[in-house]
């Protein structure tokens, strides 16, 4: 299984899945189902995998998260990603996870905090600082570009956005209306 895990996740998952049923003193087969299930874009099935493992490492707590996730209950993935969070096994991961909940749940405070705290734990993650950027754009602008100018530092391919972004706070930010700075 180990070897169809990158070529075959789906059949991959398969194996270490019936591994499971044949060796059950072997805990981490149903989590491998499961992260397998999962890299095959099978939230569902990575939910089965995953929800009868004993034991669970923190990449296959994350890996729960994300297939709550995928399978539409955030709620769900929250409470799992908050839960490794406050078992103090809060990666970059788990943080940008909490940060797009946040997100979406019109959450922005705990959202920005989140990823300030994703940003101090990688300082070299592009989507951390340009979610945060994103984020302090729209609450407070004149904290936004050098944020997202590192992001661009740290992936060149978000340079173009950025750069308009940066045009658009710009122009914001020379506005003395408090509203349009908000724009």
Do not use: C
């Amino acid at each position: 299984a180990d070897a169809l895990a990158s070529s075959d996740p789906g059949q991959a998952a398969l194996e270490y899945e019936s591994a499971a049923r044949l060796l059950p003193w072997r805990t981490d087969l149903r989590e491998k189902a499961g992260l397998a299930a999962l890299a095959d874009e099978n939230p569902a099935l990575a939910l089965q995998f995953l929800e009868r493992s004993p034991k669970l490492t923190p990449t296959g707590r994350l890996a729960l998260g994300d297939a709550h996730y995928r399978s539409g209950k955030v709620q769900s993935a929250l409470e799992i990603w908050e839960q490794l969070r406050e078992d103090g096994l809060g990666s970059t991961q788990v943080y940008n996870r909490l940060g797009h909940v946040y997100y979406q749940l019109g959450r922005y405070d705990d959202a920005i905090e989140t990823f300030r705290i994703a940003t101090r734990l990688d300082a070299l993650d592009s989507d951390s600082h340009y979610m945060l950027g994103l984020l302090l754009a729209a609450q407070s602008p004149q904290d936004a570009l050098s944020v997202l100018i590192r992001a661009a530092q740290l992936d060149p391919e978000l340079d173009s956005t950025i750069q308009g972004l940066r045009r658009g706070l710009n122009l914001a930010l020379l506005s003395s209306g408090k509203a349009a700075q908000l724009t």
